[in-house]
Every structure is written in structure tokens, then in C-alpha cells.
Antibody
Framework: EVQLVESGGDLVQPGGSLRLSCAAS????????MHWVRQAPGKGLVWVSR????????NYADSVKGRFTISRDNAKNTLYLQMNSLRAEDTAVYYC????????????WGQGTLVTVSS | SSELTQDPAVSVALGQTVRITCQGD??????ASWYQQKPGQAPVLVIY???NRPSGIADRFSGSSSGNTASLTITGAQAEDEADYYC???????????FGGGTKLTVL
């Protein structure tokens, strides 16, 4: 059974940092591209970042570029999102998701982890 | 444009057919995918590619596309289909993903 389990969400002050993790199981993690998607309270889904299967290629939404870093450890079957210089508008549930055929279809999602940026 | 536009809300009578649409320039080049999200839950992929349903998704869900518009059709809507529905695709660069704003479906 495919499982994605996020962790690391917390309450952090503006300007602070946080690292999210996504533990994958039930599939060959090293062969799939992975994404982070976020959802602010009561709002819609927003794409954040993606990484290819071996970690050599990454892309970011303009709103997080230069502040967030996506990475992965295929030996540990884990995806990461390092979040720096956090702002109030980064407050959201963060989901990791697996993509089908390196395209745009996200076929498995984690349950999400809540990041709250507030003083 | 890298945006995808959806109607904020749509309603359908129980057992009837409803179409939810998604518009955007990138849909001329890339297929849309569709997700169902119920309150407090993670999104679930219901349609991807030309018109593919993941395992476990009811066959009353179908997808289509024409020009810059993608559509999700639910034929014979059920009470459990009441949810938010999101489309997504690649943006015009092909390197980023973009989501529509979501459509809240109410089953009457």
C-alpha cells in the first residue's frame, strides 16, 4: 500500500525556518518525481515545488523561490522541504504528493502537515 | 497565462449529470487532472490524462477537453460526490504545476 506521511509542521515566528519531511512507503520511491502542494486555511490548492526522481532537477513557485528548498534522500525514502524566511502568508497545510509519469497528475497524497507562521 | 479558472460553485440534483469546467491557455498543450477534496481530507485524484480513472474511482466520473477548456463530468451524481473539485495542469513553461481555484459541488 502506498503511503506518504508528512511531519515537521509547527508554529513558527515570521522570519523563522522549518523543515518538513515526507516519509514514503509501499512503492519504489527512487523512481518517482515528487511534489509539495499547500493549502491555506479555507483556500484552494497551490503548487509549491517539485523534484525529479534522482534529485538533480527542482522547480519552485515564484512565491517561494529563493526561500524554500526541496530535496530527497532516496536511501531513506524521504522527501524534504526546507522553509526559510517564513512569512504569514506561508501559513498552510503542506501536502507531499507522488506524480504519475513525471507529469502533472498527483496520484497519491499525504495527510498534510500544518505550518503556522505567526508572532 | 499560467492560470486555470473554475466556477466557484456548482449544484446538481441527486442522480443528475453535472459538468465542472476548467479554462486556461496551458490546456491547449497539456491535459488537466481532476481532484476531489472533502472537508478535512487530502485531495484524491479522480481523472488524469485524456480520460483515465485511477483504481477505485467510480465510472460515473469522466473527463474531456476541447481547446482551452477541460471538463469533469459526473453522470448520476451521488450524495457522496459533494466536495470541492480542483483541476491542475502544467503551466505554459511546462516546468511548474498550476491549480484552478476549485469548484464547490453541492448535491441537492
Amino acid at each position: 500500500e502506498v503511503q506518504l506521511v508528512e511531519s515537521g509542521g509547527d508554529l513558527v515566528q515570521p522570519g523563522g525556518s522549518l523543515r518538513l519531511s515526507c516519509a514514503a512507503s509501499g512503492f519504489t520511491f527512487s523512481t518517482y518525481w515528487m511534489h509539495w502542494v499547500r493549502q491555506a486555511p479555507g483556500k484552494g490548492l497551490v503548487w509549491v515545488s517539485r523534484i525529479n526522481s534522482d534529485g538533480s532537477s527542482t522547480n519552485y513557485a515564484d512565491s517561494v523561490k529563493g526561500r524554500f528548498t526541496i530535496s530527497r534522500d532516496n536511501a531513506k525514502n524521504t522527501l524534504y522541504l526546507q522553509m526559510n524566511s517564513l512569512r504569514a502568508e506561508d501559513t498552510a497545510v503542506y501536502y507531499c504528493a507522488r506524480v504519475v509519469d513525471s507529469g502533472s497528475s498527483l496520484d497519491y497524497w499525504g495527510q498534510g502537515t500544518l505550518v503556522t507562521v505567526s508572532s | 497565462s499560467s492560470e486555470l479558472t473554475q466556477d466557484p460553485a456548482v449544484s446538481v440534483a441527486l442522480g443528475q449529470t453535472v459538468r465542472i469546467t476548467c479554462q486556461g491557455d496551458s490546456l491547449r498543450s497539456y491535459y488537466a487532472s481532476w481532484y476531489q477534496q472533502k472537508p478535512g481530507q487530502a485531495p484524491v485524484l479522480v481523472i488524469y490524462g485524456k480520460n483515465n480513472r485511477p483504481s477505485g474511482i467510480a465510472d460515473r466520473f469522466s473527463g474531456s477537453s476541447s481547446g482551452n477548456t477541460a471538463s469533469l463530468t459526473i453522470t448520476g451524481a451521488q450524495a457522496e460526490d459533494e466536495a470541492d473539485y480542483y483541476c491542475n495542469s502544467r503551466d505554459s513553461s511546462g516546468n511548474h504545476l498550476v491549480f484552478g481555484g476549485g469548484t464547490k459541488l453541492t448535491v441537492l
